[in-house]
């Protein structure tokens, strides 16, 4: 059975496509940032979003859009100017969000807990047109960004105290990092999910990390891990019939567990040629004094 041969699929892969893309691509900054967990803590602020769009009767990803970017900057002003530390204020995203997912979604109208699960762990089916080209327009817009202040964003996240010395707007590009998280999320859902799309985030880049070195190298790995993970777990979903969020998390994770035995076969053979190529240490001979 051949998957394009449905429009349902094809949205998905296309979709998946473009996730792939775009969630390692802002995952390398939280990354590098020690944030890993921010795109799990904004995915709990959009299931707010959600919920609140089921109960409006509006169209949730947009409201999950707001939700979140609103979420993303406050917290990320909270963790500048408050005395709350990075952890807390991920924490306190963990938690307002997930009680207010289901404090909302519990108001709205009969039928919101059906359609919220597909938010939560993805659909194939449940990738409209109009989804397609919300998610092809943010993603291009996120990458578009990225190209231009990659680097800036870089020196940031690397040593934000030099960024402040180097002149760097480090308040702008932290805030629009956090927003460039949160539409991350909001673009992934339909395929990930809410749940997990922060594993598609990290382990795409984790697994770079374990293969390469330097910034630019790990950003190319990561995008085309990023890529087979998403593009295989919409495929194997069709055939297996499983939610695809999860397959795409298991291939992903099953990407950096190859990466990781690789990784360690590449530095213990590099180690092991190294030490054959340098040379012995000469022998230094001492002249015995001549007898007076």
Do not use: W
């Not at 979003?49 to 990803?61: D, I, K, M, Q, R």
């Not at 979420?71 to 990320?76: K, L, P």
């Not at 807990?113 to 939560?120: D, I």
């Not at 990458?143 to 231009?148: D, E, F, G, I």
Request: charged content about 10%; glycine content about 12%; hydrophobic content about 55%.
């Amino acid at each position: 059975m051949n998957p394009l041969a449905f429009d349902f699929m094809q949205r998905a892969l296309i979709a998946a496509l473009l996730v792939g893309l775009a969630a390692p691509a802002v995952g390398v900054f939280l990354v590098q940032r020690r944030l890993s967990l921010m795109g799990d803590g904004i995915g709990h602020i959009a299931l707010t979003g959600v919920a609140l769009g089921f109960l409006l009767g509006t169209a949730p990803v947009l409201t999950a859009v707001v939700v979140a970017s609103i979420g993303a900057v406050v917290i990320e002003l909270v963790r500048q100017h408050g005395r709350t530390g990075g952890d807390v204020a991920l924490a306190l995203m963990f938690y307002g969000g997930i009680a207010g997912g289901v404090l909302l979604i519990g108001l709205s109208p009969e039928g919101g807990n059906a359609s919220l699960l597909s938010y939560l762990f993805g659909s194939l089916t449940a990738v409209s047109p109009t989804d397609v080209v919300v998610i092809s327009v943010l993603s291009g817009a996120l990458l578009l960004t990225l190209a231009v202040v990659g680097r800036q964003m870089f020196a940031v996240c690397h040593d934000e105290e030099y960024a402040k010395v180097a002149g760097l707007p480090v308040r702008t590009l932290n805030l629009l990092l956090a927003v460039m998280a949160a539409l991350t999320v909001t673009v992934a859902m339909r395929v990930v999910g809410l749940l997990l799309v922060s594993a598609l985030m990290v382990v795409p880049v984790a697994t770079a990390q374990q293969l390469v070195r330097g910034f630019r190298a790990t950003v190319v790995v990561a995008l085309g891990a990023g890529v087979l993970a998403s593009v295989s777990g919409v495929l194997g979903s069709f055939y297996t019939n499983t939610a695809p969020g999860a397959l795409i998390v298991v291939v992903a994770l099953g990407c950096f567990a190859l990466a990781s035995v690789g990784g360690v076969l590449v530095r213990h053979r590099r180690r092991t040629f190294g030490d054959l190529l340098v040379a012995p240490p000469a022998l230094t001979t001492t002249k015995e004094p001549t007898p007076r």
